[in-house]
């Protein structure tokens, strides 16, 4: 294989397949990027055998067709370290010669025959969803997945397509994020599968690092796997492969709280801002902020004992009888931040019972009440 590179294409594609990449790995292989040169396109490959990806580059000069297997984290050093408009790369089954101004690189390689197989995306089958929505439904759920859990069904999105609409759901057993959105040739039936975090991450990723990356997602979600396919990015699509956590999600429906008598209406940035600076003077051990409903003001508070105390008051349109309830400020404060609108509705039933955040009818989070001593 030879080819001259654009640095910069080849770099942010290297990085995003790096991403990857097993970290430890009884398979060489598996640490490894594959470069497949073709006269039309490089593709980029790497895999840890549960999640998947193919990068497709333009602004690539290949003279020789083949393939190469190189270490992820040294390829990814080199090229980071290199400030070249290009680089060439030439290889053999034992090694890839970088080349740039100034500066020359031989890295041992593994045989490109060792490497698996990562899917490529299927000709029919697919449904749509608009890039920027889409990340706007990664951002509303992602952080409410089970970061450690033996529940291994937590530590993954929902997601249900039927028609027209697409919903994705995440919960860590003391929160529950949901968010709506629309897509394109949807199934008649719904249709739903759990999408392992590290997969949701890397779309996530795909999508936002390039500025290009504007139109359409195309999804396959099958039985077993998932296959996602980017806009245009650098010239080519990424293609996002990753198999499906095998569980059983909770009943998510079960689990928003109905028939509330005590509802507030609250500015967006100001509770986030309140909420902030109560949690200045909480801690690991004394994790938790008071809400206290009086009237048409708010008073957010948190007391530790080895800290000391904090009061913050902001106005807002308050219907039911006073009340105080305390919440992990961390889970308020990350459903705060995802909100694009100026005002939510928090809605309760008791200071025992979950509370529920809404932002119109497209995001809900259901977050549960903590003791406060």
């Given at each position: 294989m030879k080819a001259v590179c654009d640095r910069a294409t080849l770099t942010r594609g290297v990085q995003v397949a790096a991403g990857v990449v097993a970290q430890r790995?009884?398979?060489?292989?598996?640490?490894?990027?594959?470069?497949?040169?073709?006269?039309?396109?490089?593709?980029?490959?790497?895999?840890?055998?549960?999640?998947?990806?193919?990068?497709?580059?333009?602004?690539?000069?290949?003279q020789q067709p083949g393939d190469a297997l190189i270490p992820a984290d040294r390829l990814h050093g080199i090229l980071r370290e290199l400030d070249a408009d290009t680089v060439s790369i030439a290889s053999t089954e034992q090694e890839a010669e970088i080349v740039a101004p100034g500066a020359r690189f031989k890295v041992l390689c593994d045989n490109p025959a060792d490497f698996p197989k990562v899917p490529e995306f299927p000709a029919s089958g697919a449904f749509s969803v608009a890039a920027d929505d889409l990340v706007g439904l990664i951002k509303r759920t992602i952080f409410s997945t089970a970061k450690e859990n033996t529940r291994y069904a937590l530590?993954?999105?929902?997601?249900?397509?039927?028609?027209?609409?697409?919903?994705?759901?995440?919960?860590?057993?003391?929160?529950?994020?949901?968010?709506?959105?629309?897509?394109?040739?949807?199934?008649?039936?719904?249709?739903?599968?759990?999408?392992?975090?590290?997969?949701?991450?890397?779309?996530?990723?795909c999508l936002t690092d390039v500025a290009e990356a504007?139109?359409?997602?195309?999804?396959?979600?099958?039985?077993?796997?998932?296959?996602?396919?980017?806009?245009?990015?650098?010239?080519?699509?990424?293609?996002?492969?990753?198999?499906?956590?095998?569980?059983?999600?909770?009943?998510y429906e079960d689990v928003i709280p109905h028939d509330f008598d005590k509802k507030a209406t609250l500015g967006t940035q100001a509770f986030l801002a309140a909420v902030r600076k109560a949690a200045l003077l909480t801690n690991e051990e004394?994790?938790?902020?008071?809400?206290?409903?009086?009237?048409?003001?708010?008073?957010?508070?948190?007391?530790?004992?080895?800290?000391?105390?904090?009061?913050?008051?902001m106005p807002v349109e308050y219907s039911g009888e006073d009340m105080?309830?305390?919440?992990?400020?961390?889970?308020?404060?990350?459903a705060a931040k995802v909100m694009d609108a100026d005002q939510f509705v928090f809605s309760f039933k008791g200071p025992s019972k979950p509370g529920l955040m809404t932002e119109g009818r497209l995001f809900s989070h259901v977050v549960m009440p903590v003791s406060i001593v």
């Open positions: 790995s009884p398979k060489p292989a598996l640490a490894c990027i594959k470069l497949e040169a073709r006269p039309d396109q490089m593709t980029l490959l790497a895999t840890d055998l549960e999640v998947g990806i193919r990068v497709e580059l333009g602004q690539m000069e290949v530590n993954g999105v929902l997601w249900e397509v039927e028609g027209t609409s697409v919903t994705l759901v995440a919960t860590d057993g003391r929160r529950l994020s949901l968010a709506k959105g629309k897509c394109k040739d949807g199934p008649s039936a719904k249709h739903a599968a759990i999408v392992p975090s590290k997969a949701i991450q890397l779309i996530e990723r504007q139109g359409a997602v195309r999804v396959v979600l099958g039985e077993k796997d998932i296959l996602v396919e980017s806009p245009p990015v650098d010239g080519g699509r990424r293609i996002i492969y990753s198999r499906l956590v095998d569980g059983h999600f909770p009943k004394s994790r938790g902020v008071t809400l206290k409903f009086s009237g048409q003001e708010l008073i957010v508070t948190s007391r530790t004992p080895e800290m000391g105390e904090a009061e913050v008051r105080e309830v305390g919440f992990n400020p961390l889970y308020l404060m990350d």
